[in-house]
């Protein structure tokens, strides 16, 4: 049986952090489909075609992942339709487990046949987050240590044309 994993997130940027989750889900399954969805809290940078370009550019090396947009619904529905028993998720820190956790249980009374699996993140990579990034690339800062460099390029591209 093939074991796919479902990485949903809404990758506005896709940063480092991201990338090192995604790689290393991609040695667990056999498939990582990652599923680029729009948070209607925050103010987008990137559209989702833009983003799902972004992304497919820095997985390129990665022969078992895929993009997609995905559509309206749960994320634990969207899973089921897509054939991935499990949902793959980047912890940072405490507020990123409590967040997590607090969702993970919820989708398992929803859908018990999908599991959720909390990756740590790498601690080089652990301060790392989309806002932050774009708050110091608005402002100039390096961000190359913190995104792929076609991500970066494209920031910079956004705020200084």
Do not use: C, W
């Not at 090192?20 to 075609?49: C, P, Q, Y």
């Not at 995905?70 to 634990?76: D, N």
């Not at 956790?101 to 046949?113: D, E, G, R, V």
């Amino acid at each position: 049986m093939t074991k796919i994993a479902l990485f949903p997130g809404s990758f506005d940027p896709f940063t480092n952090g991201h990338l090192n989750t995604v790689e290393r889900a991609a040695e667990l399954f056999d498939e990582v489909i990652i599923a680029v969805v729009t948070n209607t809290t925050k103010v987008g940078l990137f559209t989702s075609d833009e983003k799902i370009e972004l992304i497919n550019l820095s997985i390129s090396h990665l022969d078992n992942v895929e993009v997609i947009a995905q559509a309206e619904g749960l994320t634990v529905d969207i899973a089921e339709e897509l054939g991935a028993k499990f949902l793959v998720r980047g912890i940072r820190n405490m507020t990123d487990y409590e967040y997590e956790k607090n969702i993970a249980s919820m989708n398992k009374q929803l859908k018990p046949s999908v599991e959720t699996v909390f990756l740590m993140a790498d601690d080089r990579l652990s301060n790392v987050s989309s806002s932050i990034i774009k708050e110091i690339a608005k402002f100039k800062g390096d961000i190359t240590a913190f995104v792929p460099s076609e991500v970066e390029k494209a920031i910079a591209k956004k705020f200084f044309g």
